[in-house]
């Protein structure tokens, strides 16, 4: 802590950038406790307006929040066969309980399937009790070994979407409907452009028929996968007997027979680790940028004064232009810094490592032309606004912010994608030194994807969706050479 | 369930129509899990709204959201003695992660003083840092052997405040700004009066200075404690050595001394219980009755048709007036009821058990002279109502019926108190009959409020503030009858 001032590059060691940042930024911090995270105001304030979005957006498509007990019997979690062995070894455990052992130990939550399928078959007795459609905001605990702030901690916040229809394709469409809501997210309002498409069998969610995935390109080229919707099929259902009875046997129709089938389900999640992915896509080396829709304070106001009287006067009309800012149909959020015992410029030092996406500095030679002068974090161009025009200026630049951030990061990607025919040397050595997205042939084979994986650490983020795939698609599998039968995305990843 | 259509009457008995009124309008449910519920959508969507005006009024007063871990390491707990005594007993406790017995084990958090006053310790550094003001929206674990659904389950949901100050005055007025807050929140929002005031050495929290609470009266006429602020002077301070360089050290002024001292902390709470506060007030014998300001849905349309020709009609119509309603300045939640498979009358049933404020029930004939017949759920009066007014109307009625059930519930709750001289006798024949709050005098001694309490199980709720308190004051102690030192508010609770 010798230079306060400086944080380490990402050019010398990415990942003690990372860390630096989010503690600097008072975004996290850690906790006396191993693996678990404390999120401060400042990341907190992101998570809040992440899930306000988040929720408007699932319950424009009818999907209604609850909420689910944090343990669950250790005997719940062993009726889905697969799913046991994914997560039995990663739970925290409760055996004691008001001073006694526990006749049954409990799991604290890693997920919610096994309950909520549980209290599905107490509420799904027909067809017409379909589509069931919620969700639960909460946290959870998974044991992880090694931990890292936002992006693998022993507990994290998220919400999971719990879902039952009367037939696959129904399901099917739900899983995706939610991946798209989630990619339209990612790209809308962080600013942030993803991959969507399949997960591999060997990658998949424990219990699940399918997995979709939103996968998105961190700055040191590795993949950070931000969110998942899985297709169950009848696995849950038949684990905890959810059945209903269909629509032909209600009506009394042809085809009733038992008149009775299991449902299809569905789940899908995203966490506190977008934060992570927010900051390892949009930081820079003067601290972290918040795209303006997300940002809880998205300007804020830095006076200049050099006496008591200058104070006065600036610190006033500060004010005043922030309640202009704010009210109408600019509503932009904004907040003055009245703090006392700090010089303008270490303000904006402090601002800039916050990553408010704008400020507008404010002295009293600006006053007497009656302008302020904005100064964008993502460009850190600078341009004077007049005031009476400071809130239409302002909104403007706000949404050219959030619409350039979205293309700077792109652009990255695009420039880190490798496509079109590649060796096994070349990926090796591409993996061995500045990594990318490399979108080369898969055989199908779970022996071929494990080799790569074993040699590189690169693994298949996903089978990207149609429209992600290339126009020429490779035609051999990048660890056989055997025929291809799908294009893979392949990347380190967190 | 031989008839569906009747509750337990609350006159019958108010424990059981309780349960049946809180499971048959689905606000909750019970899980696999003992003690822990379910919180469904209709419950949920009540608590959204709490959660909504709340996280807001705390905002207004400076308070930031964060969010800390669920585990506390066992040894946390025991550094204040009184506090480890009052939790202790009813933790769930953590004793295996990831497939290993812990070398200490983690307390699922009962509530959170001693995790965040040792974040806290790390965060404050001078008197510049103070105030700190922070708020968590979060589950915690208590081990009751006796639960019932939100009043006490093993989990809840809640909002925990924790500030620190400079002095001991500082956090008094925080303690008593909170409990305004939750008092207005209460009686403005919920429509539900209470009490407020101090609770006495017996009933504060576990580690406070003082404890001010706001206790409200159900229709059973026991007490809901349904929220509670705690001035916890230096003890978690000294605990967790939360300190700070204070004003006069840090300008080097006179009385500096060492220059650091303890911060005053304050912590504050209120949880889904409010929710049972909420029904207990409120519900009748055909279900409960939702205050229009929490109700997800304020307004539901009922359409009445006979044939398909009229059902798309209606429906047309409808859907328009739902329109209608929802935008502009009345802005009210308003939903169709398109269920084809249901009586208009088992429509009004179903919504009157969930207690949706006001029903609009839509036919041909009303259509015919461009109407609607609106019902208040509250006293059940109907309406006409010309369409095009509806939204002006409707939320003119949303406001009244508001404004009507506070005072429902006040002039209930005033006419089940007792103020005035009162003999032990009297005392305990209200008790053991239909209960009330008693207001009566008290000398000061645990003994004589651990006799009453033993006698008759009333106990004192709050020492009520100044605005309660009887003009007459009593003179002597309801248990000894030695001088009174102070009014009481006695009662039964929950």
Not at 248 to 262: E, I, N, P, W
Not at 436 to 463: D, H, M, N, P, Q
């Amino acid at each position: 802590m010798a230079d306060e001032q400086k944080l380490t590059t990402r050019a010398e060691d990415f990942s003690a950038w990372y860390n630096e940042v989010v503690l600097r930024a008072a975004l996290a911090d850690y906790s006396p406790v191993r693996g678990c995270m404390v999120i401060r105001p400042n990341g907190y304030g992101i998570w809040e307006r992440m899930q306000r979005a988040l929720d408007d957006m699932f319950k424009a498509t009818g999907v209604r929040n609850a909420y689910f007990p944090l343990f669950i019997p250790e005997s719940f979690l062993s009726r889905e066969a697969e799913h046991v062995e994914g997560f039995a070894p990663e739970t925290a455990v409760v055996t004691h309980g008001g001073g006694k052992k526990l006749d049954e130990p409990l799991v604290v939550r890693p997920t919610s399937e096994t309950i909520i399928y549980a209290m599905f078959a107490k509420w799904v007795q027909s067809y017409r009790d379909l589509p069931l459609l919620i969700n639960q905001w909460a946290n959870v605990v998974r044991w992880e070994m090694r931990t890292r702030l936002f992006l693998r901690t022993l507990e994290f916040l998220w919400q999971e979407g719990h879902t039952a229809h009367a037939t696959h394709d129904e399901a099917e469409a739900e899983a995706r409907l939610i991946l798209g809501v989630y990619r339209r997210f990612m790209e809308e309002w962080m600013a942030m452009p993803v991959i969507t498409g399949l997960k591999t069998e060997s990658e998949k969610f424990a219990g699940a028929l399918r997995t979709y995935a939103c996968e998105a390109m961190m700055q040191d080229n590795k993949a950070l996968q931000a969110g998942t919707s899985h297709n169950l099929g009848q696995n849950f259902a038949r684990a905890f007997d959810v059945t209903f009875q269909t629509e032909a046997a209600g009506r009394g129709g042809a085809g009733g027979g038992a008149g009775t089938d299991y449902v299809w389900n569905t789940s899908w999640g995203v966490s506190t680790r977008m934060i992570g992915g927010l900051v390892m896509t949009h930081g820079d080396d003067v601290g972290i940028r918040i795209p303006p829709r997300l940002a809880p304070t998205e300007l804020v106001i830095v006076p200049i004064y050099r006496n008591d009287e200058q104070r006065a006067q600036v610190l006033e009309a500060a004010d005043r232009v922030r309640d202009d800012l704010a009210s109408g149909a600019a509503a932009i959020r904004a907040q003055v810094d009245r703090r006392d015992n700090m010089t303008p410029g270490a303000k904006y030092f402090d601002w800039e490592l916050q990553g408010v996406p704008l400020r507008m500095e404010l002295g009293p030679r600006d006053l007497d032309k009656q302008q302020g002068v904005l100064v964008r974090r993502d460009t850190r161009e600078k341009q004077p606004v007049a005031l009476a025009q400071a809130a239409g200026t302002a909104r403007t630049l706000l949404d050219t912010i959030q619409r350039d951030m979205h293309a700077a990061a792109l652009a990255r990607r695009e420039a880190n994608s490798v496509r079109g025919p590649i060796t096994a040397a070349r990926f090796r050595e591409i993996m061995d030194g500045e990594g990318a997205f490399v979108y080369a042939g898969w055989c199908g084979s779970a022996a071929c994807e494990a080799r790569i994986k074993e040699e590189t650490k690169a693994t298949i983020r996903v089978l990207p969706d149609p429209e992600f795939r290339s126009a020429d698609p490779p035609q051999s599998c990048l660890a056989c050479g055997e025929r291809a039968t799908a294009e893979a995305l392949w990347a380190k990843a967190y």
